[in-house]
């Protein structure tokens, strides 16, 4: 009886062994806190002044403590780098929950960036949201709305964006896998500095800014560069 009774207490790991195991859970998310705020602060780069770092990087810190209780050092040594992809992963889905781009504010993004590439075509400059609702007949605020949504979307993976702004089920027959070697083929066809910019923005994760010193041509200018690429891409899938 005494026997059993041994069995069946050491069954369930000590208290104190559980309160260390914990303690370097916790220290491990503590140890990488400067990572992942700087992960948040590099995303941020990208988004319009709306968005709230904090809130990406509490977003973060729920997943690092999730991971944290599921690392085992016996199979990765790296804890940054099994948490990394997750965390990010974690940030971005919270921006798709705030990015719901219904069929109505796609014209409306596709009517803008029609006005936009008028607007730069005359004036080498965008517009300003004033000018884009009084073409548009529309209150300036739903403007305002439709761009925070679609500056939002930048941030997505490239794969994502197209699948977003498309208005048919053409590229949902798509697998995922043989949606991006058709992207990848598409880019191979573009002009060098058009598949840099792709490269820069999506797979060096730099902002408009650092593209622009890099390239010396302005931040307007690369961002219609990257609408008129994405517009192109589209195409060629439908």
Not at 89 to 109: A, F, P, T, W
Not at 121 to 136: C, G, N, R, T, V
Request: proline share 3%; no cysteine.
């Amino acid at each position: 009886m005494t026997q059993k009774k041994e069995t069946k207490m050491l069954k369930k790991p000590p208290k104190a062994y559980e309160q260390m195991i914990k303690k370097e859970q916790d220290d491990l998310v503590v140890a990488y806190m400067p990572a992942l705020r700087a992960m948040a602060f590099k995303l941020k780069e990208k988004l319009p002044s709306s968005i709230d770092v904090n809130d990406l990087i509490s977003t973060g810190v729920e997943e690092m403590i999730k991971l944290s209780r599921r690392y085992d050092k016996e199979q990765n040594d790296n804890f940054w780098g099994f948490a990394r992809k997750r965390v990010n992963g974690s940030m971005l889905d919270y921006l798709r929950s705030l990015d719901v781009m219904s069929r109505n504010n796609r014209k409306i993004i596709k009517s803008i960036d029609n006005l936009i590439d008028e607007y730069y075509q005359e004036y080498e400059s965008e517009p300003d949201d004033e000018y884009l609702a009084k073409k548009l007949d529309l209150d300036i605020e739903k403007v305002r709305e439709v761009r925070t949504a679609h500056a939002i979307s930048y941030t997505l993976p490239l794969d994502e964006q197209i699948e977003l702004y498309n208005e048919d089920n053409t590229l949902e027959k798509i697998e995922k896998d043989e949606l991006l070697e058709k992207i990848n083929e598409i880019l191979e066809d573009l002009k060098e500095r058009d598949q840099l910019i792709i490269q820069l923005y999506y797979y060096e994760e730099l902002n408009l800014k650092e593209i622009s010193e890099i390239l010396q041509i302005s931040e307007s200018r690369i961002s219609q560069i990257h609408k008129k690429l994405l517009k192109k891409i589209r195409e060629r899938l439908s």
